[in-house]
């Protein structure tokens, strides 16, 4: 453990936060529409990006299988079936 930095405790004194704890921030979202495309942020340089989907459906829609691929200059997806995609709006940033 760190010798320095923030540690935060349960009621329990339990450590629930430590400086050797990786936390993540969000950096930004994006809405993919119906169509495969790409977005850039230049802000991804600064870290270890991650990202996740949140899909906009209605009751009785199926979820499209999109594909979803992120770097240090930006993200891309592409869905299989075009015919049946669906809106996601993916947020991302870093750890």
Known sequence: ????????????????????????????????????GSHSDSRLRDGEPFFFLVPHY??????????????????SWKFQNPSSAVNYTIYYGLY
């Open 1 to 36: 453990m760190a010798e320095y930095g923030l540690r935060v405790r349960s009621p329990a004194g339990v450590y629930t936060l430590t400086p050797d704890d990786r936390i993540s921030r969000i950096i930004g979202s994006v809405d993919t529409g119906t169509s495969s």
């Open 58 to 75: 209605r009751s009785g829609e199926v979820f499209s299988n999109v594909s979803v691929s992120i770097d240090h200059s930006g993200l």
